[in-house]
């Protein structure tokens, strides 16, 4: 059978969803997203994700990692268990991990220990990261140097300095754009997602969380992931089918796991 080339939601949240599994993968087909990354950001969510991808596979993908609000819960058995699960194929990436200095649900140097200890295993295993950040980029970007070009990854649902930007594209990472870039008030992403090349965007959805426009104020679904790649398109003056086939490339060169499931 040959595989529908349609867009990549490299970031979504399908063991959060309010609509059925099942039901939110055929709404999104509708729209043109026929493959997603579903993410683990806990030690108590990691097999219900692995459940999830193992039953949809090669739709659904996932990373197992320990989000920095969940930093505390980090311990070097999680790593281990993690790494037995790596050997599943739907496992593409380690994450989300990263650095979150806005909440501090969990301490600072909690959060680097963790993060580091992941961007170690994430090496080990030769799998990119999905990468957390928020009011952290000197720590996050000092830490990514220290692995200089031996982990690479997406700085997921980016939002931050051009400073940053530029630092992390020339560590070889990619930016994933979410429905923030969508938002009356991203005036300034739309202007870095402008100038950004292209052959470094990936697109998500972070869902059920940052829903696009038009559906703000409602949960966020794989599905709208086309409304983040319309405005990327609108934005960089393209076509929607160069922005859908652009990131799927991109996707599938930072995630190459997604390749051998997905050749026709």
């Known amino acids: 059978m040959t595989q529908q080339k349609g867009l990549i939601d490299v970031h979504t949240h399908l063991d959060k969803l309010d609509l059925a599994s099942e039901s939110a993968l055929a709404e999104a087909e509708k729209l043109g997203v026929t493959e997603l990354i579903t ?22 993908f996932c ?12 311990r070097r058995e999680v790593g281990e268990r993690i790494r037995e699960w790596a050997k599943n194929p739907w496992v593409v990436a380690i994450g989300e991990t990263g650095l979150d ?14 993060f580091e ?6 090496r080990s295993l030769g799998l990119p990261v999905q990468v957390h950040m928020r009011d952290a980029e000197a720590d996050t970007l000092a830490i990514l140097k220290n692995f200089g070009s031996q982990v690479t ?23 994933s ?28 959805t972070d869902a059920p969380y940052l ?34 086939g652009v990131t799927r490339s991109n996707t599938l060169k930072m995630f190459f796991r997604l390749l051998p499931a997905l050749e026709n």
């Not at 097999?47 to 999830?52: G, N, Q, R």
């Not at 794989?222 to 160069?242: D, M």
Request: hydrophobic fraction near 40%.
């Open 39 to 60: 993410i683990g950001t806990e030690p108590s969510d990691h097999s219900v994700v692995l459940d999830l991808a193992q039953k949809y596979y090669p739709r659904v």
């Open 101 to 114: 200095y806005f909440y501090q649900n969990s301490a600072p140097d909690q959060q680097r220990r963790a």
């Open 177 to 204: 754009i979410s429905g923030i870039v969508t938002f009356k008030n991203a005036q300034k992403l739309r202007e870095q997602v402008a100038r950004f090349p292209i052959d470094r965007l990936t697109v998500e």
């Open 63 to 74: 990373s197992l990692g320990v989000h920095p609000h969940a930093a505390v819960e980090w």
């Open 153 to 175: 990854g997406i700085i997921h649902c980016f939002s931050g300095s051009d400073v940053f930007a530029d630092a992390v594209l020339e560590l070889g990472w990619y930016l």
């Open 211 to 244: 829903t696009p426009v038009p559906y703000r104020g409602k949960k966020n679904m794989p599905a709208y992931t086309h409304f983040v790649a319309a405005e990327i398109a609108r934005v960089k003056n393209v076509s929607l089918e160069e922005v859908v």
């Open 117 to 122: 200890e992941q961007l170690e295993l994430a």
